[in-house]
């Protein structure tokens, strides 16, 4: 009887155990994973700590770390770290949503119809081959300096990733969906909507990742040129008057935000490649 009990019991924990172990693998892999992402950081904190020690620069173009730290606790405490961001944060949003939308427009219509490609994407591949500071003159002329100019130079840099993904998340739906639509003799609406959007869906939202990090990246450059606020601003600011310890607080949190934005849209990125259709 007892063998009995036993040789029921057994599959059973076999498992347990072998599922323990492969937890502890995904674990030790992850703690692996997470102490080499912090390793090259933590060598330039090192070099960064070393140089200053050594004077290899002088102290008021190289400040400190721990002068780089208190900085930016005490921008933090009042508010002026803050208050640049959120400006910085609301032009990115509306540059995103505005160069998407037109970016998504643009795409949908050369993906969709040889017409729209033969009329728009000989011109789109030469205006993707300027550079946003390159439009900056120009949009000077015929904006001036205020807000609208940092918004309409952002978007231009959102929207060229935005179309080729788009387009080419349409190019490469299998033709076999599409004759799926015909079969069910599906209207072109409900292509669309069952067909086209779905399957294009990861290459959609990989481009819209792409632009906003081009958005976040061309920020900068905008604020460094023109403008009366935000981390650009601040940092040109602070590099007139010397206290490049306020630059290198500002570079620091640049990089972190860029970095906590392309991490949570590869996480929503990874979600959506999901709703591509699969096994045709």
């Known amino acids: 009887m007892n063998t009995q009990i036993l040789s029921l019991r057994s599959p059973a924990t076999a498992p347990a155990g072998k599922m323990s172990k492969q937890t502890l693998a995904h674990a030790a892999n992850a703690v692996s994973r997470f102490a080499l992402a912090f390793l ?11 140089a200053h020690q050594q004077e290899w620069l002088p102290v008021q173009i190289l400040p400190s770390p721990r002068q780089t730290w208190e900085t930016f606790w005490d921008l933090t405490r009042n508010g002026e770290f803050s208050a640049n961001l959120l400006v910085s944060l609301e032009r990115v949003a509306w540059s995103v ?20 490609k033969a009329y728009l994407y000989p011109g789109f591949e030469v205006f993707a081959q300027f ?40 190019l490469d739906i299998p033709a076999a969906l599409l004759e799926v639509g015909q079969v069910y003799v599906f209207s072109r609406r409900q292509t669309l909507l069952r067909i086209v959007i779905p399957a294009a869906l990861p290459s959609i939202f990989s481009g ?4 906003l990090m081009q958005a976040w990246l061309s920020l900068i450059f905008v604020e460094l040129l023109a403008s009366s606020e935000g981390l650009g601003y601040l940092m040109h600011w602070a590099r007139q008057v010397m206290q490049l310890d ?8 640049i990089g972190v935000i860029g970095f906590l934005l392309d991490w949570s849209l590869r996480r929503a990125e990874s979600y959506f490649d999901s709703w591509k259709p699969r096994g045709l």
């Open 97 to 116: 949503l505005a160069g998407g939308a037109i970016g998504l427009a643009i795409g949908f219509a050369i993906g969709l119809s040889p017409r729209a």
């Open 40 to 50: 090259f950081p933590l060598l330039l904190l090192g070099l960064w700590q070393i």
């Open 131 to 170: 550079p946003v500071i390159g439009w900056i003159p120009l949009l000077m002329l015929f904006l001036g300096i205020d807000e609208t100019l940092k918004i309409v130079a952002i978007s231009l840099a959102v929207v060229v990733p935005v179309v080729i993904n788009t387009y080419k998340g349409i």
């Open 246 to 253: 306020i630059v290198f607080a500002a570079i620091g949190v």
């Open 208 to 211: 819209i990742r792409q632009g």
